[in-house]
Structures are given as structure tokens and as C-alpha cells.
């Protein structure tokens, strides 16, 4: 065994890492109904931390111990380890790109090209594995080596870490509204950890500060959560009045709201029931956020009201929205994929300094989108 390695300071530190990201997932199952994309890339790189936290101490363990088998398990295991650093960047950075646009069609167009670094570890680790000494080597005597090219292992992460970074502020710097994702609470750790490990091998800081970053942004998500309706996977009126505040204190050049009430779903819940009344819900908020991009947001105000908060747009563009709102209900609705049909009424007011508080912004709101729904009403009057 190299005597450089701590073994009895890698069990604990494993351990603990392990049973703390254990203790995490487990407790994200309880009463849990739905999983979110998001959700589930995170999640994937929780278990691989677990994964690569055991496997790391099992390669620790029988680091120098003679035997063919021995000789196998040793490149096998090492194998995903060395494979798991480049992974864990890959889902990190899909990760950070649907936390921040929260669209799957632009997470998989960002995978494919993502992929690359990942794909030309993996045929590295490969070619590793029938001697090539490239990323990494086992000794005749057991013991792990780092190959000649192992500092690309590092690089790559070095570039998931920095594209993560630049992504958010590319976003913010858009107007995209990332309250509660601070890119650094992953990266830093881990940046640390992989620093220290990379300088003194045998000393087990690398995944262990992996784990201590995905608790960071677990504590990141859980209070994210407090601010989601939980029927419609929309920003609920607790994040509204939190956004209002935001304005309050950025000052925005132009923020519209519009006030958006589902027509007839009342009749809906009357002739289908309620749990079609849910489905109605959840299948306006999935079109809208797929409708609606970044950095506008769309809310579940209430019952069947929704928001969207138009950051630095003009009136013509809020204007514009709407009609393709409308326009898209039309032709989905011509579909006839759910049993009902929708549409909306709307109305849109501009924030100034003249709303005093929440409840103005939301009052003038509100009379522009009784406007339209009085509109509404007078033709399925005289239909």
C-alpha cells in the first residue's frame, strides 16, 4: 500500500460524506409526488457522488495489495472514478442551464455540444484500461498511478466549472431573475477540494467536497421550494411578493405585468370533475412556460389566475406576447387533446413609482383583465 495514504482519515471523511448525501435524497423522497428535470440531474449527481465516495475508499483500500484480480478490480474501479470527475462537470452544467432557462429543448441542444470533452475522457479511460497509461495506470504492484495526461481531466472540469459561472451571468446579465442559485456554492468547494486533492494524493478532499457542495445547493433548492405552487410547478404569490421587493430595490427600467384568468373553469370543475379541474391547471402552466421565455416568469397568483412579470420589455412587446398566447391556445385547442377547451382572459398594466405597494400593481392589473373578460363574457352571450 502507498504509505502517503490516510486510510483511517478516507473512511471517515467518505463516510460521513456519505451519510450526510444519504440523509439528503432520503429525505427529498418523503411525500414526494412529482420530480422535476431538474430535480432528477440533480439527484443523478448525488448518487454519483455516493457511488464514486465508496468506490474511492475501496480503491484506497486495496491500493498495493498483490493478485490478478486484485489487478482488475483496480482498473475497473478506477476507471469510473477517474470517467466520474468529468461526469459529475457534465451534469452540473445541464443542471445550471435548466435551473437558470427551465427549458428541457435547450438542455438536450446544450448536451450534445457539452459532450465533448466527456466523450474524448471516455476513450481516453478506455485506452487506460488495456495499458495506454494515458489518464491514469496501474502498476505491476497494484498501486494507481496518474497518467502523463491526467491534468485534462482537470482542464475539462476547469471549463464545466468556468461555463457554469459564465452561463449565470450571461443570464443575469439578460435579465434572468436567479435568486436563489448562487453558481458559486457548488463550484468554490469543489474547486478547493479538487485543488488540495490534485497537489497531495492520499488525502480524500476532492468528493468529499463535492458532497458538501451538493448539500450546499440542496439548502439552495429547499428554500427555492417555499416559493413554488405545488399543483402547478409555477412561482407562487409568496416569490411575488419577494419579486416586488426586488423591484422595489433594483428599480427595473420596465417591468409589465399581466393578469391572466382562465375563462370557464368553472365549468370545467362543474362538467369534469376536479381532478380534470387539476389537469387543466397544470397543463395552462406547462404551456406557458414553454411559451413564455426568459427572463420573463410566469405565476400561479390563485385558483385559476396566473401572472407573467415582463422584465425590461416594451408595451408592444408585452402586446405581442399576448396575442401569441391567444394565438397558440387557438391552435392548441384545435388539437383537441384534452376534452375542454382554453383560453384566457388578459390585461396588462406598466409598474411605475406611482404603485404605492403590491395591491396597486396588482389593482390596475386586474380592471384591465375584468376588461377583457367582460369582452368575453358579451360573446358567449350572444353565441
Known sequence: MNNSINIAEILIVNSTGIFCLLFTICSRYVNKTTQKVGENLFDRMVVLTIAVLILEILSFLIDGIPGRLIHVLQYLVNAFLV?????????????????????LKRVRRKAYALAIPVVIDLSMVILD????????????????????????????VCFYFLYSIVAVHIAKHKGNQIHFFP????????????????????????????AIACLLVEMQLQREESFVDELSGLYNRKYLDFFYRQMQMKKYTYVYGIMMDLNLFKKINDTYGHTVGDDAIRTVSRLLSHWVETPDMVLRFAGDEFIILCVNKTQNEVTALMDNIRKNLMEYNALKKKPYELSFSMGYTKYSDECRSLDDFLRDMDMKMYEDKEIFRRKMNNT
Open 83 to 103: 470517467f466520474a470527475v468529468i461526469a459529475m462537470g457534465y451534469i452540473w452544467c445541464l443542471f445550471v442551464e435548466f435551473k437558470v432557462h427551465h427549458s
Open 129 to 156: 484500461c488495456f495499458g495506454a497509461g494515458l489518464l491514469f495506470s496501474i502498476t505491476h504492484d497494484n498501486v494507481y498511478a496518474r497518467g502523463r495526461f491526467s491534468w485534462l481531466s482537470y482542464f475539462f
Open 183 to 210: 453558481v458559486y456554492t457548488f463550484v468554490l468547494p469543489c474547486v478547493a477540494g479538487t485543488l488540495v486533492q490534485g497537489m497531495h494524493y492520499g488525502i480524500a478532499t476532492g468528493w468529499f467536497a463535492v
